[in-house]
């Protein structure tokens, strides 16, 4: 790295909200100890990647990534961590690698690479500031705060409850000294993000250390960030009087609650804790408190033993319950699962037609829930400048995490919140079509009412 000017860290992630979030933590670290961060078009000496696991899909493209980042910077320094470095199953090739941290180790990846790779030591932090600029150089707006880690479940599919261990939560005042910094930033969102949201508050020493529910009281009466989201949450464990915090519009009213099958003799083999009738239940009760609730899910097709009528039985519940998005993994046996040993595999291309079919199905429903917004004026965070057949767009998503374009907006309205007036679905009709309202003097959300939040959680 050279001696007269600032090492330059190009940081990348595959896979969840919760990688993304250890980026941002990472980001922030290498910018307390001078370095800078290089943007994707940038040399880079120090390349940092989280690696995901998922599905033997995403280990591929994660050796995949690290081949193409070592072509690009053959003098660069790479640091390797995430699900597929933790995993001795999980073969990540001959790219050059030089140093692996294992999620076990992951929050002090950054001490450790300085140690091994000689990094400056560590300056004066100015937190506002670092929270910020780390997160806008990788071309952010949105940020992503890790709550708690792991998970005590064992899904028979799931390879992550072994890449990521035991549960632990973070303490709660460090939680809002975070987003306190990324808000006094000029960050206008924040996503609460973890392996298992609704087991928050397992692993703190306090007796009474709280729930998920106290963890988003907190938030709400202790910072002033103006939007909070939920990164995934099981459809358990979810706390009494949850729906109740959506009454606070800073509160997003999205949720993404991973279904994974609509079949329930498929969820049994899963081991899964929800089945569908409780699974629906959330759903309308989510849909009659909470105005303009919106949920996405995960699911996937072809585990084990799937049949042709447990397959339909999936496709009729996804299309009964109108979810905005999905997430679609055709199934992907993981060494070390149960699943992976459960006999009467699907085959390839069946696993792959059904996904292809569910595809189908849940552009129809995105479409579906797209089309109901037309004509609304609502908030949008923008998150930056895209393009497609029409030419230059904002992008950014509504309170319910719907997709907007916007035509003709500025360039200094990336991440602000703008008044936007929905038009009419997108050509491709994957998102909203939309102008900026400057006569709305407020876009179509409820007004705070008492929520109580004055009895949040105290920070000590």
């Given at each position: 790295m050279p001696a007269d000017a600032a090492p330059r860290v190009y940081l990348e992630t595959l896979g969840c909200r919760l990688n993304e979030a250890e980026l941002e933590a990472w980001a922030r670290q290498f910018r307390r100890r001078g370095c800078r961060i290089a943007g994707s078009d940038e040399p880079a000496d120090l390349l940092v990647v989280n690696t995901c696991a998922v599905t033997a899909?995403?280990?591929?493209k994660s050796r995949k990534l690290l081949r193409r980042l070592k072509r690009a910077h053959p003098d660069a320094r790479l640091v390797v961590s995430?699900?597929?470095?933790?995993?001795t199953d999980a073969d990540l090739g001959d790219a050059g690698i030089d140093l692996v941290v294992d999620n076990a180790d992951k929050d002090r990846l950054v001490d450790i690479a300085a140690d091994a790779l000689a990094l400056p030591a560590p300056r004066t932090p100015s937190p506002d500031?670092?929270?910020a600029e780390a997160l806008f150089a990788r071309g952010r707006q949105r940020a992503f705060v890790k709550v708690q880690d792991g998970c005590r479940y064992q899904c028979t599919f799931c390879i992550t409850t072994i890449a990521r261990g035991a549960e632990r939560s973070r303490p709660l005042a460090e939680i809002i000294a975070e987003i306190d910094a990324v808000a006094a930033a000029g960050v206008k969102e924040i996503v609460l993000t973890g392996v298992q949201l609704g087991g928050y508050g397992r692993g703190l020493p306090a007796a009474d250390a709280p729930d998920l529910a106290g963890l988003i009281a907190a938030v709400l009466h202790h910072t002033e960030i103006p939007r909070v989201r939920l990164g995934s949450v099981e459809p358990w464990d979810l706390p009494a009087a949850f729906w109740r915090l959506f009454e606070d519009p800073r509160l997003m009213p999205h949720l993404h609650l991973p279904l994974q099958s609509g079949a329930d003799s498929v969820l049994k083999r899963m081991a899964r804790r929800c089945r569908t009738g409780a699974f629906a239940e959330l759903v309308t009760a989510a849909r009659a408190t909470v105005p303009d609730f919106e949920v996405s899910t995960d699911v996937i097709a072809g585990f084990p033993g799937e049949t042709d009528a447990e397959w339909q039985q999936t496709l009729d519940f996804v299309a009964a319950m109108g979810f905005s998005h999905l997430h679609i993994f055709p199934y992907s046996a993981r060494a070390g699962t149960l699943a992976a040993d459960m006999t009467d595999q699907v085959p390839e291309p069946v696993r792959r037609g059904r996904a292809r079919a569910l595809h189908a199905l849940g552009a129809e429903l995105k479409a579906t829930r797209l089309r109901a917004q037309v004509g609304r004026t609502l908030p949008v965070l923008i998150e930056g400048e895209n393009r497609d057949a029409a030419g230059t767009y904002a992008a950014g998503f509504t309170p319910s995490y719907l997709p907007v374009r916007l035509r003709g907006a500025p360039s200094e309205a990336v991440g602000q919140i703008v008044a936007a007036r929905l038009l009419r679905l997108s050509d491709d009709a994957t998102a909203l079509e939309a102008r900026c309202d400057t006569a709305a003097a407020r876009a179509d959300r409820q007004e705070?009412?008492?929520?109580?939040?004055?009895?949040?959680?105290?920070l000590s």
């Amino acid at each position: 790295m050279p001696a007269d000017a600032a090492p330059r860290v190009y940081l990348e992630t595959l896979g969840c909200r919760l990688n993304e979030a250890e980026l941002e933590a990472w980001a922030r670290q290498f910018r307390r100890r001078g370095c800078r961060i290089a943007g994707s078009d940038e040399p880079a000496d120090l390349l940092v990647v989280n690696t995901c696991a998922v599905t033997a899909e995403a280990v591929r493209k994660s050796r995949k990534l690290l081949r193409r980042l070592k072509r690009a910077h053959p003098d660069a320094r790479l640091v390797v961590s995430g699900c597929a470095a933790s995993l001795t199953d999980a073969d990540l090739g001959d790219a050059g690698i030089d140093l692996v941290v294992d999620n076990a180790d992951k929050d002090r990846l950054v001490d450790i690479a300085a140690d091994a790779l000689a990094l400056p030591a560590p300056r004066t932090p100015s937190p506002d500031t670092d929270a910020a600029e780390a997160l806008f150089a990788r071309g952010r707006q949105r940020a992503f705060v890790k709550v708690q880690d792991g998970c005590r479940y064992q899904c028979t599919f799931c390879i992550t409850t072994i890449a990521r261990g035991a549960e632990r939560s973070r303490p709660l005042a460090e939680i809002i000294a975070e987003i306190d910094a990324v808000a006094a930033a000029g960050v206008k969102e924040i996503v609460l993000t973890g392996v298992q949201l609704g087991g928050y508050g397992r692993g703190l020493p306090a007796a009474d250390a709280p729930d998920l529910a106290g963890l988003i009281a907190a938030v709400l009466h202790h910072t002033e960030i103006p939007r909070v989201r939920l990164g995934s949450v099981e459809p358990w464990d979810l706390p009494a009087a949850f729906w109740r915090l959506f009454e606070d519009p800073r509160l997003m009213p999205h949720l993404h609650l991973p279904l994974q099958s609509g079949a329930d003799s498929v969820l049994k083999r899963m081991a899964r804790r929800c089945r569908t009738g409780a699974f629906a239940e959330l759903v309308t009760a989510a849909r009659a408190t909470v105005p303009d609730f919106e949920v996405s899910t995960d699911v996937i097709a072809g585990f084990p033993g799937e049949t042709d009528a447990e397959w339909q039985q999936t496709l009729d519940f996804v299309a009964a319950m109108g979810f905005s998005h999905l997430h679609i993994f055709p199934y992907s046996a993981r060494a070390g699962t149960l699943a992976a040993d459960m006999t009467d595999q699907v085959p390839e291309p069946v696993r792959r037609g059904r996904a292809r079919a569910l595809h189908a199905l849940g552009a129809e429903l995105k479409a579906t829930r797209l089309r109901a917004q037309v004509g609304r004026t609502l908030p949008v965070l923008i998150e930056g400048e895209n393009r497609d057949a029409a030419g230059t767009y904002a992008a950014g998503f509504t309170p319910s995490y719907l997709p907007v374009r916007l035509r003709g907006a500025p360039s200094e309205a990336v991440g602000q919140i703008v008044a936007a007036r929905l038009l009419r679905l997108s050509d491709d009709a994957t998102a909203l079509e939309a102008r900026c309202d400057t006569a709305a003097a407020r876009a179509d959300r409820q007004e705070p009412t008492d929520t109580g939040f004055a009895n949040a959680p105290a920070l000590s």
